[in-house]
């Protein structure tokens, strides 16, 4: 098992100062020009978490707890909570303490996705969400999740988390385009693992960028995470 016990967030509120995060980037999409016309896009202020961020090398396994811990930082900012983001061994305890995951998932490198994301930002801030199933294929993508994303930014305006079954990674989505050449969301990409970057850098290197919805796996279905939290934050 992988001894992760000693990350610890502490208690500080806010997320800008809490244990090493002070590191950490905000709003690691802004200076990104929209492909399209319409576009509706994530409301306020988000740390980007990634691989190793805090000193634990998660890669292969921990995607999705970076991309929940992006997702609470947003809470944090838009004040739904004081609550900074939990750690990775917090998520697991929480898991094991709601019943949805054994004992032994402590420690572990067990992966959690969308449906464990839910219960964990509804145990910790009690903002509960909605989890939307994508079937694969382009049509299903287009109509369904494009306009999801739409109607989930125009009116909430939080991070949302989206994974899949063959296409497995954890995304961060913090923005949807429509135009007349088809869609793209806009993906904080939490593999990165290495030394700091600045913004320029992960756009540059694509761990930020817009992506064609047409680009995604057409085989894959797709899940997201959709946070209701209050209205959307100016």
């Not at 208690?11 to 999409?29: A, F, I, K, M, Y």
């Not at 294929?137 to 305006?157: D, P």
């Amino acid at each position: 098992m992988n001894n992760t016990a000693a990350i610890d967030w502490g208690t500080d509120h806010n997320p800008g100062l809490t244990n090493g995060s002070e590191s950490l980037l905000r709003r690691v999409h802004s200076g990104l020009d929209p492909p399209d016309s319409r576009c509706s896009i994530v409301s306020g202020d988000y740390l980007y978490y990634h691989y190793g961020c805090d000193g634990q090398d998660d890669r292969g396994w921990g995607c999705g707890y970076r991309t929940v811990q992006t997702m609470a930082s947003w809470m944090c900012f838009s004040r739904e909570s004081g609550r900074p983001p939990p750690s990775l061994p917090d998520i697991q305890q929480a898991l094991v303490s709601m019943g949805d995951k054994e004992d032994s998932f402590r420690g572990s490198r067990g992966w959690i996705g969308t449906f464990e994301a839910s219960l964990v930002l509804d145990f910790f801030y009690d903002v509960p969400c909605r989890v939307v199933h994508v079937r694969g294929g382009g049509a299903e993508l287009e109509e369904v999740a494009v306009q999801e994303l739409h109607r989930h930014f125009e009116t909430h305006g939080s991070p949302v988390m989206m994974g899949g079954d063959r296409d497995n990674s954890s995304k961060g989505i913090m923005g949807v385009c429509s135009g007349k050449h088809g869609s793209s969301v806009l993906v904080v990409d939490p593999h990165y693992y290495g030394k700091p970057l600045d913004k320029t850098e992960l756009q540059t290197h694509g761990w930020v960028r817009w992506i064609k919805v047409s680009s995604l796996d057409q085989c894959s279905f797709y899940n997201l995470c959709l946070p209701l939290t209050g209205k959307r934050h100016v």
